[in-house]
């Protein structure tokens, strides 16, 4: 059993920035592609940032270039820069294999850009 724990959410001011971690425990083999999605109280849930096992990124257009997906075995962060209130949610770790058989998600971190 897969399981992913988020960390480095909080509470920051517009223009700041935060760096989310997600390590995941239990087997993870070198085909999964592991991700970074959000939620906002009343909105969708929508897919910030992926990477693939091969290290090819992707990301939401909302990003604007403000964001950056990297992985480290397997941990998967994500660099933030330039926060907007609107990039107020919950983040979520997701981790799956690439036919999606197996697909794993985080419990989530809160993150509030707010002056």
């Known amino acids: 059993q897969v399981q992913l724990v988020e960390s480095g959410g909080g509470l920051v001011q517009p223009g700041g920035s935060l760096r989310l971690s997600c390590a995941a425990s239990?087997?993870?083999?070198?085909?999964?592609?592991m991700g970074w999605y959000r939620q906002a109280p009343g909105m969708q849930r929508e897919r910030v940032a992926l990477?693939?096992?091969?290290?090819s990124t992707a990301y939401g257009d909302f990003v604007e270039g403000r964001f950056t997906i990297s992985r480290d075995k397997n941990t998967v962060y994500l660099q933030m820069y330039m926060l907007k209130p609107e990039d107020t949610a919950v983040y979520y770790c997701?981790?799956?294999?690439?036919?999606?058989?197996?697909?794993?998600w985080g419990q989530g971190t809160q993150v509030t850009v707010s002056s």
């Open positions: 997701r981790a799956h294999r690439t036919d999606y058989r197996y697909d794993y």
């Open positions: 239990g087997s993870i083999s070198a085909d999964y592609a």
């Open positions: 990477i693939t096992s091969g290290g």
